[in-house]
């Protein structure tokens, strides 16, 4: 994932609420979000790597991973994919322990675990990795969780906006609409860009929550919800290299009624 905003407790209907945009260069082979044979989770597949960038299971906790830019990235040994799975089989001390036992394991990255009520990050280039994380409001990209670049601040702003006027939508309605949003192909002004080492073009091109390219962009667009009656959805937009749909799946089961 490149750009993934999320909303814990901030709406009394939805808990939780992700709404997230996976950036890829579109040659790599993927396969869409299915429920995996050998693993009890909902998930897209990297078929180079075996692994994925967002994850949901049964019960509604989502884990998720961004990379982190880098104008000269250290090469990881492993593939970052792995990391949504170990979060979601492994607590958090113990995959903070797991992670710090490794430091050259991975390049640069951010995970995030996140439950109705509570989750948390880690990120092997945070000087204070493995942060708890409460009620609110994030956004995360490709720099450290809440990093002030434009594309977060312009989505998180518009999805806090959505969740505040989502009074009784259908969840249907609801993630058409944050759909939409992360559909936004305006770019940030120069002026306001991060340096990341990658040169002034490049940062203009990946400024927009959705990127559009014949080569890399935005691939798919990923929404999950859960309710307080214990409903969980997810939709999977994909997308093709001229930005149009190519695609949509819909996810829906029930768990136990949150209190």
Not at 62 to 74: F, Q
Not at 80 to 90: F, H, M, V
Not at 180 to 187: E, I, Q, V, Y
Request: proline letters at 8%; glycine letters at 8%; aromatic letters at 8%.
């Amino acid at each position: 994932m490149c750009l993934i905003v999320f909303a814990l407790g901030q709406h009394p209907d939805y808990p939780m609420v992700v709404a997230a945009n996976r950036d890829e260069f579109h040659q790599r082979p993927t396969a869409a979000m299915h429920w995996w044979p050998d693993r009890p989770i909902l998930a897209g597949q990297d078929l180079q790597s075996q692994g994925t960038w967002l994850a949901v299971t049964r019960h509604g906790a989502v884990a998720a991973v961004t990379n982190v830019r880098e104008g000269t990235p250290e090469a990881g040994r492993r593939s970052r994919g792995e990391l949504p799975l170990l979060a979601l089989t492994a607590d958090h001390e113990e995959v903070k322990h797991t992670l710090a036992n490794q430091p050259g394991a991975f390049s640069g990255f951010n995970l995030i675990h996140l439950t109705p009520t509570s989750g948390w990050y880690y990120s092997n280039r945070d000087a204070h990795p493995g942060r708890h994380i409460h009620r609110g409001i994030y956004g995360l990209s490709n720099h450290l969780l809440q990093s002030p670049w434009p594309k977060l601040l312009r989505l998180r702003n518009a999805v806090a906006t959505r969740l505040s006027q989502a009074g009784a939508d259908h969840t249907e309605t609801l993630h058409q609409n944050l759909i939409t949003l992360l559909r936004d192909t305006t770019p940030a002004p120069d002026h306001v860009l991060p340096d990341t080492g990658v040169g002034l073009a490049t940062e203009r091109f990946l400024s927009p929550p959705f990127i559009c390219a014949p080569h890399y962009g935005t691939r798919a667009s990923t929404i999950v919800t859960l309710r307080r009656d214990g409903e969980v959805m997810v939709t999977e937009q994909s997308w093709s290299p001229d930005g149009h749909s190519d695609g949509q799946r819909v996810f829906c089961w029930q768990r136990e009624p949150l209190v």
